[in-house]
Nanobody, 122 residues
Framework: EMQLAESGGGSVQAGGSLRLSCAAS????????MGWFRQAPGKEREEVAT???????TYADSVKGRFTISRDNAKNTLYLQMDTLKPEDTSKYFC????????????????WGQGIQVTVSS
C-alpha cells in the first residue's frame, strides 16, 4: 500500500525556516516524479515544487529562491527546505507523487499524503 507521510511542519515567525520531510513507502520512490503542493482554506491548490527522477526541479514563482526541494532515494524521503518564510506561505502542505512510473512531472501530481500545517506569523 502506497503511503506518504509528511513531517516537520509547525509555526514560525516571518523570516524563519522550516524543513518538511515526506517518508514514502509502498512504491519504487526513485522512479517517480515527486513534489509538494499547498492549499489554504478557501484558496486554490498551488503546486510549490517538483523534482524529476533525474533530480531536475521546478518551482512556483512565489517560492523561487526561498524554497529548495530535494530527494534522498536511499531513504525514500522527499524534502522541502523553506527559508525566508512569509505570512503568505501559511498553508497546509502536501507531499505528492506523479502520474505514473517514470512519467515526468509535467503530467501533474497525484496521490498525496495527509498534509501538514505550516503557519508563518508576522
Amino acid at each position: 500500500e502506497m503511503q506518504l507521510a509528511e513531517s516537520g511542519g509547525g509555526s514560525v515567525q516571518a523570516g524563519g525556516s522550516l524543513r518538511l520531510s515526506c517518508a514514502a513507502s509502498g512504491f519504487i520512490f526513485s522512479s517517480w516524479c515527486m513534489g509538494w503542493f499547498r492549499q489554504a482554506p478557501g484558496k486554490e491548490r498551488e503546486e510549490v515544487a517538483t523534482i524529476e527522477v533525474d533530480g531536475s526541479t521546478t518551482y512556483a514563482d512565489s517560492v523561487k529562491g526561498r524554497f529548495t526541494i530535494s530527494r534522498d532515494n536511499a531513504k525514500n524521503t522527499l524534502y522541502l527546505q523553506m527559508d525566508t518564510l512569509k505570512p503568505e506561505d501559511t498553508s497546509k502542505y502536501f507531499c505528492a507523487r506523479g502520474a505514473g512510473l517514470r512519467v515526468g512531472c509535467h503530467a501533474g501530481l497525484h496521490w498525496w499524503g495527509q498534509g501538514i500545517q505550516v503557519t508563518v506569523s508576522s
